[in-house]
Every structure is written in structure tokens, then in C-alpha cells.
């Protein structure tokens, strides 16, 4: 009775993990740039401290000694999802769209007085002009969320009011002046995407951001390792568009039901165990 109790228990946390990442995907469906996350189960083992076995009971034995198999299980891994999201057309020059593997790389102030910027990854390719309250006449490429676009050198991609900006499928960024002197110069900043090598080191950040989670690592590895600025051709810009969301609805709902279904059973369950507990230390007395 016990191990049906634990069983039954194990199962409740993990099926409403498995419910609070379905919810999140689907209250993302509308979100741009978003990836959905799937979550993945393992089962528990039982770890034996005295084992001190009849070695004649232990044939056949497929587990190591010291583990038994049971207690239920959790939930374990939540993936990223990083399937391309379909793109949606909005003819604004400064809203981006990925099309390929890679992530934009946004940048943050430190809020410390002479530390490091923060710099985070996203597919979130809506950005906007912000003034440069230094230097007047001159803007940088932000996201929604304050954070600077970066270029190829990690460096905020700056413009000035003087010139119509185009931004071709190489990230490139080409100038022509408004009053229409001179041809088309290509500046030497081209929007800087990075091809993270393995997503699932990525830690959500908020806002549909991301950072290198370095508690992954393995020793001796940083950030840096993880992170490749990618060459022109590697990938495609389209600008004048956004990449939606990889979330299917239909998916998620049907997910998101049989786990409700599946906690309530295991709801029940432990229940049932609960009241035979009951019964058997009645019995007892």
C-alpha cells in the first residue's frame, strides 16, 4: 500500500509539471519567436543502503546491486523546441525573421557601476529605432524589451537620420542617403546571429530570452564554447517579417487533457491507498 501511495503521489508532481508547461505553451501561441518546450519523464529508483542479499535470489537480476526499480517516477528533462515558426509578413524594415538555425543577440546595461553588459539570445526579431541620448541624430537598433541588437563584434548596431536603412538576407545593413546622393554603401555592421550548439544549456530569462545556464557546463567549459557567431550564408535574414510561434494549439490541448486526465486518476489513487491505509490500521487496533 505504501508503494502504490508512492507511486500514485510521484506521479501527481510530475503530471503537473507536465500541466504548467503545456499551459505556458499555450499561453504563448501568440508570442513572437517563441519555442515551445516539451516536457520528458524518468522513472525513480529505489536506492537499497543494506544490501544483503541470498546471492541464490539474486539470478536474472537486470538492475545493479544496491537499486530496485519502483517508486513511481518525475518529471525530468524540458526540451526546447526549436523548430522554425511560420513567418508573418508586417513590411516594417526593422522586424526580422530568422530562417534557419541561430538566435539574435540582444544586450543589456549593467546595472553595476563599471560591470559587464548582459547579453541575452532570442528569435524575437521585433525591433525599433531608440534615440542615442549622446550623440544627436544617431539611433540604435532595440528590441521591445530595451535591449540593443548586436552586430558581428557584439557591438550596438547605430544609425543615423540621414540615410534610408535596408537590411538584406546576410544580416547586412545598407545605407542610402535620403537625399538621394550617392549609390548604396554597405556598413560595415551586419546583424550578428550566433548558433547556439546545444539549446538545451539555454535558460529561460523571461521575456522570450534566453542566457547560457553555465550550472550545466561541463567543467572547463564557459559560455564561450557554446556560443558561434555565425558567417554570412549560414543563415537567412528576411526583413519586413516575424517569426511566430512553433506552438500547434491542437497539440497542446490534447497534451494538456491527458494529463489532467492522468492527475486525476493518480489523484484518485492515492485516495484509494489513503483509505486502505486507513482500514488496515483499524484492523491492527
Given at each position: 500500500m505504501n508503494t502504490s501511495l508512492y507511486i500514485s503521489s510521484s506521479a501527481l508532481q510530475a503530471y503537473q509539471q507536465k500541466i504548467d508547461t503545456s499551459a505556458n505553451n499555450i499561453a504563448n501561441v501568440n508570442t513572437t519567436g517563441f519555442k515551445r518546450r516539451d516536457q520528458s519523464f524518468s522513472e525513480l529508483l529505489a536506492?537499497?543502503?543494506?544490501?544483503?542479499?541470498?546471492?541464490?535470489?539474486?539470478?536474472?537480476?537486470?538492475?545493479?546491486?544496491?537499486?530496485?526499480?519502483?517508486?513511481g517516477n518525475r518529471a525530468g528533462i524540458t526540451q526546447l523546441n526549436t523548430e522554425q515558426g511560420q513567418g508573418i509578413e508586417t513590411k516594417n524594415p526593422f522586424d526580422l525573421m530568422i530562417q534557419g538555425k541561430g538566435f539574435f543577440q540582444v544586450?543589456?546595461?549593467s546595472k553595476t557601476a563599471g560591470g559587464q553588459s548582459e547579453i541575452l539570445y532570442t528569435r524575437d526579431g521585433n525591433f525599433h529605432l531608440s534615440p542615442n541620448s549622446n550623440k544627436q541624430g544617431s539611433y540604435y537598433l532595440v528590441s521591445a524589451n530595451g535591449g540593443f541588437l548586436l552586430d558581428q563584434n557584439e557591438t550596438p548596431i547605430?544609425?543615423?537620420?540621414?540615410?534610408?536603412?535596408?537590411?538584406?538576407?546576410?544580416?547586412?545593413?545598407?545605407?542610402?542617403?535620403?537625399?538621394?546622393?550617392g549609390g548604396v554603401v554597405n556598413s560595415p555592421q551586419?546583424?550578428?546571429i550566433v548558433d547556439i550548439q546545444n539549446p538545451h544549456v539555454l535558460k529561460n530569462m523571461g521575456d522570450n530570452q534566453f542566457s547560457i545556464d553555465t550550472t550545466v557546463l561541463p567543467n572547463g567549459a564557459n559560455a564561450a564554447n557554446y556560443a558561434r557567431t555565425m558567417n554570412q550564408g549560414e543563415t537567412q535574414i528576411q526583413s519586413g517579417s516575424l517569426e511566430g510561434s512553433n506552438v500547434d494549439l491542437t497539440t497542446e490541448m490534447t497534451d494538456l487533457m491527458t494529463s489532467q486526465r492522468s492527475f486525476q486518476m493518480n489523484a484518485r489513487a492515492v485516495s484509494y491507498a489513503d483509505q486502505m491505509m486507513g482500514i488496515a490500521n483499524n484492523i491492527l487496533k
Open positions: 536506492s537499497q543502503i543494506n544490501n544483503q542479499f541470498d546471492t541464490t535470489q539474486e539470478v536474472g537480476r537486470q538492475t545493479p546491486y544496491g537499486i530496485r526499480e519502483g517508486y544586450s543589456y546595461p547605430e544609425l543615423n537620420n540621414q540615410n534610408e536603412v535596408n537590411i538584406d538576407s546576410n544580416g547586412r545593413i545598407q545605407l542610402k542617403n535620403k537625399n538621394g546622393q551586419r546583424v550578428g
